[in-house]
């Protein structure tokens, strides 16, 4: 069975302040790993997709890495609106739904 | 332009009632899910439907069951509603043959049973 685990749980950070978000999986025959933010009382709102070992995506001060075990959220001089519930989620090949991990909570200090 | 819609957003009910929840998409995609959130945060498939096709049915229990009238719509019929039962509840649609089969979420509904 899949298997995501986010870490840490939570985590504070003064502004400017960059850091990491790991997702570690299991998966057999990984069709994509998606993260997601989460804002209290809202819906997932979609990130990113990384396919494949070694690809990388970027937005705005976010980057996302993919291993063949593990992905990265960077988060890089972060602002009090980067606050907000960071899920990991993996789709294994051939099955559409998502597995996800229960989320790194992610407060911006102003 | 609100791309996956539900409502109500919140509905609180009573033990052992029935209730309903309904679920839109605007976005053309073929597939479309529901998902659990449980207090802990943590997000559960429940249903998945491709073209009014059931095509994902997790341990959920038989209380439970979609219905899906048409590809754009994917509603959430509960009976006899338990203690355990109260979670936010999300659907989610995607475009399953398109590559890339993102999944995006509606805003919620958040069930409470008293």
């Known amino acids: 069975e899949d298997q995501v685990t986010q870490s840490p749980e939570a985590l504070r950070l003064q502004e400017g302040e960059s850091s990491s978000l790991n997702c570690s999986y299991t998966?057999?025959?990984?069709?994509?790993l998606f993260w997601y933010r989460q804002d209290p009382g809202k819906g997932p709102e979609f990130l990113f997709t990384?396919?494949?070992a070694g690809e990388e995506k970027e937005k705005e001060r976010l980057k996302a890495t993919l291993t063949k075990k593990e992905s990265f959220l960077h988060i890089t001089a972060p602002k009090p609106e980067d606050s907000a519930t960071y899920l990991c989620?993996?789709?294994?090949?051939?099955?559409?739904?998502?597995?996800f991990g229960t989320g790194t909570r992610l407060t911006i200090i102003p | 332009d609100t791309a996956v819609s539900q409502t109500p957003k919140y509905l609180v009910t009573q033990m052992g009632n029935d209730k309903s929840i309904k679920c839109e998409q605007n976005?053309?995609?073929?597939?479309m899910y529901w998902y659990k959130q449980d207090s802990k945060k943590f997000l559960k498939i429940m249903f998945s439907?491709?073209?009014?096709?059931?095509?994902i049915n997790e341990t959920v229990p038989n209380r439970f069951s979609p219905k899906s009238p048409d590809k754009a719509h994917l509603n959430l019929h509960i009976n006899s509603l338990e203690l355990g039962d109260s979670a936010v509840y999300f659907c989610?649609?995607?475009?399953?043959?398109?590559?890339?089969?993102?999944?995006?979420f509606g805003p919620g509904t958040r069930l409470t049973v008293l």
């Open positions: 989610a649609s995607s475009q399953w043959d398109r590559g890339t089969d993102t999944q995006y």
């Open positions: 998966v057999s025959g990984l069709r994509g």
């Open positions: 990384l396919y494949s």
């Open positions: 989620a993996v789709q294994e090949g051939g099955n559409e739904k998502l597995t």
């Open positions: 976005l053309g995609h073929d597939t």
């Open positions: 439907y491709n073209n009014k096709e059931l095509i």
